[in-house]
């Protein structure tokens, strides 16, 4: 039986999958630290996650190997960390390579620390030999030629160290000039984002191409904000072009991590709960915007998936699923004509491979990803069928293959809970509720969100940042845990009514406030002001693969200082906004959030009370009239004068009274228009979209 290390007895699969390495692996703590310290040894730090590709790939090749792991046994302390845990690790680390290698960066990220964790040497993925000289040494060079620096050039291993950790501190320290907040930035915004439009295929810039979904939202208020055909057409094309693309998973429902090429056909086959949640919105926004029904079907697909293949028994969400099966990477989701054919009825199988792009030669390795190259009114047209018999019958043949790829060897699933990717799925299961009028989607974010307040919140308030289904609450929340779950919980309470999510959205942000903001430079730090000591501090400004903790926390401030009266609330978010002017100015691709931000905070921000029986038809139909408009910079506030007396912290509802009557008031800064009473005037009121 293989041996096995400290890993094996960690929560994280990924830190699992490496338990049994003949390496002598540490996870990130106290015991490895002090070890590095007691031995006067360099630290080898390995980051990665378990859906990653190449981390499997360099762990075959080196950490498996007997040869390596001795060299690292003996000249170093290595410590493994999943980066999806400790996303503060990664973020300074990633850093850190950017700086010693100019370069952007990925994973496996493999960074040489002093036992004092200053960061003198970085690179991703290394191989075991010398493939790729002279540009990319082999692992068990690197380590030779470190093991050596280290005992004989120690002084200018150290000095690069003290030049990169000085680096990563002034980051944080540099002033921010405050600018005004006009709306000037946000055509900025889509002039900036309109250079990097691929308006072929959809999406910014060219292979590897990412969904960008914070960008396509932007975009599609600021063509309600401006009424810009551009900023429509970019977003919604795109939109179009990924759903119709191998990066989508026409069978299962859901998105891939990204595409290999420019035209969304190939992806990357791991599955990522955050993709899956933050794309959602921006088809419903396109929805509502447009009217049209194939952005709903794609977020209802995609919500369906994340049901049935990311949820625990108790309601949270998983974390990833790996590109991986059986040794290859997307073997799950690829087909050949031969199985088609056997799985198929004739007449199925001539219509799935012509709907599909299914041919004998494949696009992907001598097999096919299945992709759309038309509508499904253009592909009814071409076979001469009726639309919705056409869908009858292509739902037919999904059901089928489904059935079958259920047979296979099923990509390993990562079933860690993660606080913050599940506010960004909560989110997306309550705006989808309240604008499909679907009550699965509800239920589902209600469930999630009281499995994360029962179980990845301490007694004093505190979140934790991760849980196994099965294994309690550890390591010390981050910003975006605490804003992405408040900003959850802001949308649940739009979905629901029930005071009780404002009430913990209220107190969740106090605490981010009290423990993470920056009294001196503006915004919020990263980490807590009790974190554990590291060698910088980090703010987190841009959005990556998920948005900017700080972008969503100033849009949590803004939605609960309008729903509940606060001005310390709303000052905290403009102050913010303010902080980060020039980075809205300059970098709007890395700043969708904030600019979204932005756009609430101009406003003018709508506020609608609904006073009526919540059992009644009147008040649901007139909910689904104004919830399918798309005004993002709303809020909404529902009462039933049978639930009793209207709760204190939502000052929007005093003064509001129905006769018994349905009754609807429009309200911006306070002053309300004459109630809208009856169905008909709400609905005279509120035209659909189109």
């Not at 990522?272 to 952005?295: I, K, V």
């Not at 009858?392 to 060897?409: A, F, H, N, P, S």
């Not at 009274?657 to 228009?673: F, K, N, P």
Request: one cysteine or more; proline letters at 6%; glycine letters at 8%.
């Amino acid at each position: 039986m293989a041996s096995s290390n400290r890993l094996v007895h960690e929560t994280s699969l990924y830190l699992r999958q490496h338990g049994h390495n003949p390496v002598d692996w540490y996870p990130w703590g106290p015991e490895a630290l002090a070890r590095a310290r007691e031995l006067d040894r360099p630290i080898f730090l390995s980051i990665g996650y378990s859906a990653c590709h190449w981390c499997h790939v360099m762990e075959h090749e080196c950490f498996e190997n007997p040869e390596i792991a001795a060299v690292m046994n003996a000249e170093f302390v290595n410590i493994k960390v999943d980066r999806e845990e400790r996303p503060d690790l990664d973020q300074l680390y990633m850093t850190a390579h950017q700086v010693l290698t100019r370069e952007g960066g990925g994973w496996p990220l493999s960074v040489f620390l002093t036992p004092d964790l200053t960061p003198f040497y970085a690179g991703t993925y290394f191989p075991p030999d010398d493939r790729y000289a002279p540009h990319r040494p082999s692992f068990p060079q690197l380590l030779k030629a470190i093991a050596d620096a280290w005992k004989n050039r120690r002084d200018e291993l150290i000095r690069v160290g003290d030049g990169v950790a000085e680096f990563l501190r002034a980051m944080n320290q540099a002033e921010h000039k405050p600018g005004l907040l006009t709306e000037e930035l946000l055509r900025r915004a889509i002039a900036s984002l309109q250079r990097n439009y691929d308006p072929t295929h959809g999406g910014f810039g060219y292979a590897p191409k990412f969904p960008h979904p914070l960008e396509l939202r932007l975009l599609l208020r600021l063509a309600r904000r401006f009424h810009s055909a551009e900023a429509r057409e970019m977003a919604c094309f795109t939109l179009e072009a990924m759903a119709r693309g191998g990066i989508y998973d026409q069978i299962g429902g859901g998105f891939h991590r990204y595409s290999v090429d420019q035209k969304w056909l190939v992806p990357h086959f791991e599955k990522m709960l955050y993709d899956n949640a933050l794309l959602p919105p921006a088809y419903l926004d396109a929805f509502r915007l447009t009217g049209q029904p194939f952005f709903a079907q794609i977020a209802r697909e995609t919500l369906d998936y994340v049901l049935r293949e990311m949820t625990s028994p108790g309601g949270a969400f998983y974390s990833t699923q790996d590109a991986d099966s059986e040794g290859q990477e997307g073997k799950f989701y690829v087909w050949s004509e031969e199985e088609l054919d056997a799985i198929l009825e004739p007449d199925q199988a001539r219509l799935a491979k012509r709907v599909y792009g299914v041919t004998p030669q494949g696009n992907f390795e001598g097999h096919s990803i299945l992709f759309r190259s038309r509508s499904d009114e253009e592909e009814a047209r071409l076979h001469q069928l009726d639309v919705e018999e056409f869908r009858e019958r292509l739902g037919k043949i999904r059901c089928k293959l489904y059935g079958y790829r259920t047979q296979r060897v099923w990509p390993s699933r990562d079933e860690k809970i993660l606080t913050a990717w599940n506010g960004l799925m909560i989110s997306a299961f309550a705006q989808a509720s309240a604008v499909l009028a679907e009550p699965r989607y509800q239920e589902a974010a209600c469930r999630a969100a009281a499995w994360v307040l029962t179980r990845l919140r301490a007694a004093d308030g505190r979140l934790y940042r991760t849980a196994g289904v099965d294994t309690p609450g550890k390591l010390t929340g981050y910003l975006e845990d605490y804003a992405y779950f408040a900003d959850a919980l802001v949308e649940l309470y739009q979905a629901t009514f029930d005071p009780r999510w404002l009430r913990d959205a209220v107190t969740i942000t106090e605490t981010m406030i009290r423990h993470f903001s920056d009294s001196e430079g503006g915004g919020f730090f990263f980490t807590a002001d009790d974190h554990e000591p590291l060698i910088a501090r980090n703010k987190d400004l841009h959005d990556g693969s998920v948005p900017s903790g700080n972008a969503v926390a100033v849009s949590v401030l803004s939605k609960l200082a309008v729903l509940t009266g606060r001005e310390d609330f709303r000052f905290r978010a403009e102050s913010t906004l303010r902080s980060f002017h020039e980075l809205m100015s300059d970098r709007a691709a890395a700043a969708g959030q904030l600019l979204m931000a932005l756009d609430f905070h101009l406003g003018p921000v709508e506020e609608i009370v609904v006073i009526g029986r919540q059992d009644s038809p009147e008040w649901s139909q007139a909910l689904s009239r104004i919830r399918r408009q798309f005004v993002p910079n709303r809020v909404l506030v529902g009462y039933d004068p049978s639930w009793g007396e209207p709760v204190a912290e939502i000052p929007l509802l005093a003064g509001k009274e129905s006769t018994g009557e349905l009754a609807v008031y429009r309200c911006q800064q306070g002053t309300c228009q004459a109630p809208l009473v009856g169905l008909s005037a709400v609905e005279a009121a509120f035209p659909e979209a189109g």
